[in-house]
Structures are given as C-alpha cells and as structure tokens.
C-alpha cells in the first residue's frame, strides 16, 4: 500500500514538476512562457482521456501487471524530457506522462482497499491519496531545488530514478490484483448512485482551482509574509487534512463533503481579507477532499468500483482545467478577489448539491 502511495507521489511530482521549471526551459528550447505552459496542460487532458479508457482497454489484465507497466512508461517519459532536445520531443514526453497519470491515479483508488481489512479502507484511500498531497508540498519544490542548483533536465532525470525505484518496490511488494468488478465506463456513466458523486467533485474541485490558482496575488495584497512559505504551510494543512479528516469520510462520505465544502465556501473569499489564517484553514478544508469523494465512489458498490474511480479521475482533472481558465477569466474582469469569490460560488453550489442528494435504488 505504501508503495502505491509512492507512485502516486511519483506520477503527480512528474505532472506538476514544470511549473517551477517554465522559465528556464522556456529559455533553453527558445519558446515563449506561455508556449512552456502546454507542458502542464497537455498532460493534463491526456490524463482524463487516460483515466476514462485505460481500465477498460486493461480489461480482465491483472492490476499489478498495469501498474507496473504505467510506472516503466513515467521511467521513460522522465528520460526522454531530460533528454529532449527539442520543445517537440519534449510536449511528446508530457504526452506520455498525461498516460501514465491517468491510468496509475484511475487504479491506485481501488488497489489500496484491497491491501488491508475493510475496516481499514478509508485509512488505506488517506494514505495512496497522501502521495499527492506530499508531492504538492514536497516534490515540486524539490524539482525545482535541483533545477536552480543544476539544470532543468536533472529534475526529470530525478524523477526517472525515482520512478525507477517505485517500479522495484511494486515488482517486490505489491501481489497479483485481478481486474475488480469489470463494470465499464458507460456503467458508471448510467449509475444513479455516482451522478451527484462527480457533479458534486467537478464542482467542487472546478471552484478551488478557480481560486487557488490565483492565490498568490491575493496573499500579496494583504499580507507581507512570503508567499513560497505561506503556499508551504498551506500544502502542510492539506496533509494533515488528508490523513486526519479524510478517514472520517469511511461510511459517510457525504456528510463529511458537506463540512468540507462549506469550509471551502467561507475560507477562501475570508483569505482575501484575513491572509495566512484562513487559507491554512482552506487547507485543512480542501485536504481530505480527494479521500472523500473515492470513499464517496465505494459506498455506491462495488461492481462499479473500478470504473467509478476512473470516471471520478477524469472528472477531477477537467474539472481542475475548467477551474484554472474560469478563474482566470474572472481576474481579468475583476480581480484576483473576483476569483476567490467565484470559487466560493462553485463550492456552494456543491454544497447544496450534496446536500440535496438522496440515494436512488440502481436499475436491475
């Protein structure tokens, strides 16, 4: 389970590792910054179409043998961008990693509750979930330590050995996982029961990326601190909610969004206002939300587990694109409070939502 966790910290640093080194590479490739931008954005398309096919085209395959096969493919992907010599052959990397996302973060949902009890399942969801949360706090900076100590391409190689290791550790450690549920995506298209899950995800997640992308110009408007160690107290408050909230959701995972969401709701229009104490709790608040919504996914059956979570895993990643282009769209109306408000906005409209949710019995 550990392990799992670790390549998903593996697959979410190799997405997100640009974002510290646009600059640089941006100079190197003789590209415009913007035009380095794609190198987060592709990936991240590629990962919802990624995560929407891949455990059906796996079919009956064992879930180990695709894991493992997704962690070669970020070895290579990895290698091939600290080699690239070109922006071409570089996007065509990100391509592969947009691939290797999808369909590791698709199967690592439903492989962790299937390593320990099923009283232990929402601590097991905690921790494979974990592995982003660290990476967002961990990983990126890391990356961005050794491109300004060396050079942008030793932070991809770094990823390559690190995926490297993750592939041993699952080759070691992880035991044969046959497919699970066979549902397929046009099942979990049909499911009463995962309708409000992903509208209730979209919206929420949409509305925090509205406003968390824009962050930083909100703290520098009300806050003198530095905004690098603010981000990393509030990438530490996302940890501890992960672990600490996020298990709380195992066998009521609605009520709990319900709490999650309205924190969202409130905290992140009061970071315009009050600073670093409310967006550490807009931290904590959005921390267990992915925790959340799988175990959210478990609750509606197992038969539509697997599919479930594949389709929650493209929900996310077009909901964070939508998200970041929205809230973009109300800072040049507005300003960088208008997008703190308008993710307020989508995360009450997620709150009601939920809250209006009531079960419908699956068709026979």
């Known amino acids: 389970m550990f392990t799992v966790a670790v390549g998903t910290f593996t697959v979410v640093t190799s997405e997100m590792l640009p974002v510290g080194l646009l600059t640089p590479i941006a100079r190197d490739l003789g590209v415009s910054e913007g035009t380095a931008g794609l190198m987060v954005g592709v990936p991240g398309l590629v990962a919802a179409l990624a995560a929407a096919s891949l455990p059906a085209a796996a079919g009956r395959v064992d879930r180990r043998t695709v894991l493992l096969s997704l962690a070669g493919l970020l070895i290579v992907a990895n290698a091939a961008a600290a080699l690239a010599p070109s922006f071409a052959v570089l996007l065509a990397a990100r391509v ?79 035991p044969s996982l046959p497919a699970d549920g066979g549902a397929r995506l046009r099942d979990a298209l049909r499911s009463r029961a995962l309708r409000p899950i992903m509208i209730v995800t979209g919206l929420l997640i949409a509305g925090h990326f509205a406003a968390y992308t824009y962050v930083r110009p909100v703290l520098s408007g009300v806050s003198d601190l530095d905004p690098s160690l603010l981000l990393l107290a509030y990438g530490a408050a996302g940890i501890l909610g992960n672990f600490v909230l996020g298990p709380r959701a195992a066998g009521g995972a609605r009520r709990v969004l319900l709490v999650m969401a309205a924190g969202i709701a409130v905290t992140a229009p009061l970071t315009a206002v009050l600073g670093w104490p409310a967006l550490l709790a807009w931290g904590l608040a959005y921390g267990g939300v992915g925790v959340a919504v799988q175990l959210w996914v478990f609750e509606a059956g197992a038969r539509v587990r697997e599919a479930g979570l594949a389709l929650l895993t493209m929900v996310f990643n077009l909901a964070i694109a939508l998200g970041s282009v929205l809230g973009g769209v109300a800072v040049d109306a507005l300003s960088a409070s208008g997008a703190v408000w308008l993710g307020a906005g989508l995360a009450v409209a997620g709150l009601i939502v939920a809250a209006a949710w009531r079960r419908a019995p699956e068709p026979a």
């Open 96 to 174: 592969l990693v947009g691939v290797a996302i999808g369909g590791f973060w698709a199967l690592a949902g439903s492989v962790g509750p299937r390593l320990v009890p099923p009283s232990a399942a929402g601590r097991a969801v905690a921790i494979v979930t974990g592995g982003v949360a660290v990476a967002s706090v961990l990983g990126v900076p890391a990356g961005t330590f050794l491109a300004d100590r060396f050079d942008w391409r030793w932070a991809f190689g770094a990823m390559a050995i690190v995926a490297a290791l993750v592939l041993v550790a699952l080759a070691a450690l992880l």
